[in-house]
């Protein structure tokens, strides 16, 4: 489904599972810009810590913002990749013809990904917990650690969100993954 329209989302099957899928391209869509935020932060914060040091500028390094930009950059990113099935795959799924037997392996990898991603929201919440209630921050710019933290959790949220409606779509007879944001 990935080079599908929106529209398509609505054609058979259930009408909850078409506005979910229309829904999760919207969310796909914000992924996206928040992924690609994340690289031109970083990408700007490494040039100007390379600045800083070389001329030896009076300013706080801002390597620490390139650092806390790796956390959207890989738990939104992930969850992005997750939607659109660009992460770990088993080749020999990919190569089945469509059937029951694919639809059958895509919903037992879409329910090890939702245990995973259960799993991983346990974790990301007990971080984010500590880094708000701590109010810890970063040293350099006095970024609070909630920030990345935060991200960690969201992308645990999104990629179980991602997992549930690969189910459905399994159990549905629909292709795998949602649409590509970019379509």
Do not use: Q
């Not at 078409?18 to 914000?30: K, P, Q, S």
């Amino acid at each position: 489904m990935s080079g599908g329209k929106a529209g398509a989302a609505t054609c058979g099957g259930s009408p909850v599972l078409g506005a979910l899928m229309r829904g999760e391209l919207v969310l796909a869509r914000v992924e996206n810009m928040v992924v690609i935020t994340a690289m031109v932060v970083a990408i700007a914060a490494v040039a100007m810590s390379v600045a800083i040091r070389t001329f030896n500028l009076p300013i706080a390094d801002t390597g620490e913002w390139a650092m806390v930009a790796m956390s959207p950059l890989t738990f939104i990113g992930g969850a992005l990749c997750s939607h659109l099935h660009r992460h770990l795959t088993a080749d020999i799924v990919e190569m089945l013809p469509p059937g029951l037997l694919r639809r059958s392996l895509d919903a037992v990898a879409a329910i090890l990904c939702l245990v995973f991603g259960l799993f991983f929201i346990v974790l990301a919440w007990d971080l984010f917990d500590y880094a708000w209630s701590s109010g810890e921050r970063l040293i350099d710019r006095d970024t609070p650690v909630a920030i990345p933290a935060g991200f960690v959790l969201a992308g645990a949220v999104l990629m179980t969100f991602h997992s549930m409606l690969d189910i459905w779509r399994a159990l549905e007879g629909r292709e795998p993954g949602g649409f590509d944001p970019w379509r």
